[in-house]
């Protein structure tokens, strides 16, 4: 039975890092490819399963139904997987929002509860049950714990490989999740014809063979197929959709309707082609360009096809365009549709096509090459990978490969009637930033504000009258842009009325490990979408970081306080504290990647599995040397140590790093896996020391459902409070002191309890 039940934590830890993967990655597409919201997404599987850890540790209470109870829950959880995708898919129809519409904080938070909650709840469960069957084949002795947490994470770190290089690259969602339903039962069935109840073996092989055989059968009758179309269908209302396909990425969607299609990326809209959406194609090139007088070479960072490269090949002067797209796929997507403009675009022989990371490219252009105008294809910094173009950092690059009178043009989101709080934080923020770099700074305002930023005090003559004249000496023609079009864009009181609005912002300048911009762009977009939480980022911004600072001040006073009289509190405040400070160290590591390189949609399953490769390694060696409550107090102090010296190395690697951190090179790669392993690695080693210590000879379902539910209670709220306030607000450098400080408080509280 031990190898039967071996097979099944690897089975379960393999099914636990794929289902993981994949609705993160189906979150992701929801969410609008925010990838803050990837804590609170781990946030809510790491709370469900506490849930699932402490019901599992007391029911069912007869040791002879704990074996049915945990093939019970890894089979309901194999069915649990594909309802979860088709719910993800189908959470705007339920919810009642067009597929255009990005998800608000408090949406995002409510979707995660309830969609993590059966995998999670499951997941959890299954762990504890399996820690008490182990228990009853090996006898009591503080190991289960510990080799039940590494037979799983090894099951976690296969597949977490297995997902992030095979299935994602091959399989849709629904044909993964139905390898899953076939693999599952087959190991609960290794397992049911292993239990030594006689009576219960025949029915429980009985239901997974059946199960096992269902789940072929809905992959062979092509099934599975068939409902990923359904779920796509569903996602996008009834929509016609041409494409849908992952790339490494992003999600690229195609939608056809009215002889238009309409591309979204992580369903936003990105593109549209035939006929482009002219007010912004003019606008963003001609009026730069005519600013400029004499554009020669043109850089143009993302969102360039369908309109834009057209615009402006239309300039006789310009001589060399150079168009940056990090996704191939997205640009092979559009090329796939009938477009005159696009085949013209992409056939002009001036544009110089570039397949890479536009922050690499600037990068590596300086000093061989210089632009006079530089355009900036995303909208506004809306997630990581689009912050990455709003920061501090990247205005310095872009401001070396300017020539003297060279223009960076980009935009963020405005009004023409009235600046709320958030939106005058957006603008003032882009505002500040630009000017830390720049000596010229010019807007022009709507509902899209145009900034035009150039390191000349000379640059950027916006007189209607003179654009207007250079347009016609040019010849060039347009279907929007005209003397009357000028005058009413440019006019000088917009302008002063615009400043005069954004004034009353205190917002901050906005950079690479301190992501401002992305926060109040995420409040901006909370606050159109639920009214009702409008002041909470406002609130959160001024009083924020001091309420944390306080709060983690009282819980640590109050656990110096109780430990006399609740010998459980040092070690249940360490093991809670590990698993908020861990979550946060993966958090900041998982950004800290996306900034540097931009597709943590693809690598996210082997960033978590590196994680969790260090857990097991951690657990594997406290599991072989064996624990005594003396020396597991001993060697948890040392891990709390070791914890919070290794918080004050990320904060030195991250601001050795800081500088130019969104152009990662070959070194990065490589560094974060190591980091996460190592957090990962102090994780795996406190649990089992902590449920040793908590044990003190009682079973181990008492002592281990406990603290595996304060790890992962911990994990959530580090989730919850990483993501979306305390990483933007304090940056990643102080948050990593504030995590070192935090441990440091368990060190002295084991040591303290040590010497009483």
């Known amino acids: 039975m031990t190898a039967s039940l071996v097979i099944l934590l690897f089975v379960t830890g393999l099914s636990g890092i794929v289902a993981q993967t994949v609705l993160i990655r189906e979150s992701l597409i929801?969410?609008?490819?925010?990838?803050?919201?990837?804590?609170?997404?781990?946030?809510?599987?790491?709370?469900?399963?506490?849930?699932?850890?402490?019901?599992?540790?007391?029911?069912?209470?007869?040791?002879?139904?704990v074996v049915p109870a945990l093939i019970a829950a890894d089979l309901i959880f194999s069915l649990a997987f594909p309802a979860g995708i088709y719910c993800i898919r189908a959470l705007k129809v339920l919810s009642g929002l067009t597929p255009e519409v990005a998800l608000g904080i408090t949406n995002i938070f409510f979707a995660s509860m309830a969609v993590f909650l059966p995998v999670g709840l499951l997941h959890g469960f299954a762990f504890t049950t399996s820690c008490r069957v182990y228990e009853k084949l090996k006898g009591p002795g503080g190991q289960a714990p510990g080799r039940v947490y590494f037979y799983e994470m090894v099951g976690t770190i296969a597949g977490g490989i297995l997902v992030s290089y095979v299935l994602i690259a091959w399989l849709h969602s629904f044909r993964i999740a139905g390898l899953i339903l076939i693999i599952m039962p087959l190991a609960c069935l290794a397992m049911a014809l292993s239990t030594t109840a006689a009576g219960g073996r025949k029915f429980l092989a009985g239901l997974c063979l059946a199960a096992a055989l269902g789940s072929a059968l809905f992959m062979a009758s092509g099934l599975a197929d068939r409902l990923q179309w359904q779920s796509i269908r569903t996602q996008w209302h009834g929509r016609e959709v041409v494409s849908y396909e992952n790339s490494p990425y992003q999600n690229i969607a195609v939608v056809r309707g009215m002889g238009q299609y309409t591309f979204f990326t992580d369903g936003l809209p990105s593109a549209t082609i035939p006929v482009p959406d002219i007010t912004r194609v003019e606008e963003i090139v001609h009026i730069p360009l005519l600013a400029h007088g004499t554009p020669r070479d043109i850089l143009i960072l993302h969102g360039g096809a369908g309109g834009v490269i057209g615009e402006v090949m239309k300039y006789p002067m310009v001589r060399r365009v150079d168009y940056v797209e990090m996704d191939p796929a997205y640009l092979a997507t559009i090329v796939r549709?009938?477009?005159?403009?696009?085949?013209?675009?992409?056939?002009?022989?001036?544009?110089?096509?570039?397949?890479?990371?536009?922050?690499?490219?600037v990068k590596e252009s300086y000093p061989a090459r210089r632009y006079d105008v530089v355009l900036l294809g995303l909208a506004s910094p809306g997630t990581l990978q689009a912050n990455r173009f709003f920061t501090v950092e990247f205005f310095q690059e872009i401001e070396r490969i300017l020539t003297d009178g060279g223009i960076l043009v980009f935009t963020v989101p405005g009004s023409l009637a009235y600046y709320d709080r958030e939106l005058r934080d957006i603008n003032m923020s882009a505002m500040a930033?630009?000017?830390?770099?720049?000596?010229?700074?010019?807007?022009?305002?709507?509902?899209?504000?145009?900034f035009l930023a150039s390191p000349s005090v000379k640059a950027i003559d916006l007189s209607a009258e003179k654009l207007t004249g250079r347009l016609k000496e040019y010849g060039i023609p347009t279907r929007l842009i005209s003397l009357s079009h000028l005058v009413y864009r440019l006019d000088g009181e917009k302008a002063k009325w615009f400043h005069h609005a954004i004034e009353p912002s205190r917002a901050g300048v906005n950079s690479d490990l301190a992501p401002k911009g992305l926060y109040y762009t995420i409040a901006f977009a909370n606050a159109l979408h639920t009214t009702s939480m409008k002041g909470l980022f406002a609130i959160a911004e001024r009083r924020g970081v001091a309420f944390f600072l306080i709060a983690a001040a009282a819980i640590a006073a109050g656990a110096f306080l109780l430990k006399g009289r609740y010998r459980s509190i040092p070690v249940l405040f360490v093991i809670?504290?590990?698993?908020?400070?861990?979550?946060l160290l993966e958090l900041s590591i998982i950004f800290v990647f996306q900034v540097m390189y931009g597709y943590v949609f693809h690598e996210i399953g082997m960033l978590i599995t590196m994680l969790m490769a260090g857990m097991a390694a951690g657990s594997m060696a406290v599991a072989r040397r064996g624990t005594t409550p003396a020396g597991a107090s001993k060697a948890l102090m040392a891990a709390e140590a070791s914890l919070a010296l290794f918080c004050l190395l990320l904060l030195f690697l991250f601001t050795l790093v800081g500088h130019g951190?969104?152009?990662?090179?070959?070194?990065?790669?490589?560094?974060?896996?190591?980091?996460?392993?190592?957090?990962?690695?102090?994780?795996?080693?406190?649990?089992?020391?902590?449920?040793?210590?908590?044990?003190?000879?009682?079973?181990?379902?008492?002592?281990?459902?406990?603290?595996?539910?304060?790890?992962?209670?911990?994990?959530?709220?580090?989730?919850?409070?990483?993501?979306f306030f305390l990483f933007p607000l304090l940056g990643l450098t102080m948050s990593c002191l504030l995590f070192g400080a935090v441990k440091a408080c368990g060190f002295l509280l084991m040591l303290s309890g040590r010497k009483k």
């Open 661 to 723: 951190a969104g152009a990662g090179g070959p070194w990065g790669r490589p560094l974060i896996f190591a980091l996460l392993f190592v957090a990962g690695f102090f994780a795996g080693m406190e649990f089992p020391l902590a449920a040793a210590i908590h044990e003190e000879g009682q079973p181990a379902r008492r002592s281990v459902g406990p603290v595996y539910a304060g790890d992962l209670v911990g994990g959530f709220l580090g989730g919850i409070a990483g993501s």
């Open 576 to 583: 809670s504290t590990t698993g908020f400070v861990v979550m």
């Open 433 to 450: 930033t630009a000017r830390h770099v720049f000596r010229r700074i010019a807007v022009v305002p709507g509902e899209e504000n145009i």
């Open 30 to 65: 929801l969410f609008g490819g925010n990838e803050l919201s990837i804590g609170v997404i781990i946030g809510a599987w790491v709370l469900w399963e506490a849930v699932g850890a402490y019901v599992g540790g007391r029911w069912p209470r007869r040791d002879s139904r």
């Open 337 to 361: 549709y009938p477009s005159e403009l696009v085949r013209s675009e992409l056939g002009d022989p001036r544009l110089m096509l570039h397949y890479t990371d536009g922050r690499r490219f």
